[in-house]
């Protein structure tokens, strides 16, 4: 991704969660637009999702505008494959069996 270092938010969050190498608890970012927020929070689930064994939905981010969505998938998309994690993507524009489908990968019936 051509990352050389890390903004304040994301240097933070990663000392505050993986750091520590205890998490338990939620988080609350408030940071402006630019900060890092994205890549703060997608670092931080894709480490910890990286040690599971079991492959299936371990993560959902819900974001409150419709032009998020993407951009977010991107970051995650860039980060999850040096994992072995996959990334799937739903913007509540399909019925909810459809949606379903594509987050669980299977073919529809």
């Known amino acids: 991704m051509g990352i050389t270092s890390l ?3 994301q240097v933070a969050i990663w000392q505050e969660t993986i750091g520590t190498g205890s998490f338990e608890y ?3 970012i408030n940071s402006p637009m630019g900060s890092g927020k994205t890549l703060a929070y997608a670092l931080l ?3 910890t999702l ?3 064994t079991i ?3 371990h ?3 819900v974001l409150s505008t419709h032009d ?3 951009q977010v998938k991107k970051v995650f998309a860039s980060l999850a ?3 072995d994690l996959s990334v799937g993507l739903t913007v509540g524009q399909s019925s909810m069996i459809d949606e379903i489908l594509v987050l669980i990968k299977k073919a529809k019936p």
């Open 7 to 9: 903004f304040l938010v």
């Open 26 to 28: 939620d988080l609350c």
């Open 45 to 47: 689930i894709v480490q």
């Open 50 to 52: 990286s040690t599971r």
């Open 55 to 57: 492959k299936c939905l």
């Open 59 to 61: 993560a959902l981010v």
């Open 68 to 70: 998020l969505p993407m």
């Open 81 to 83: 494959p040096a994992v």
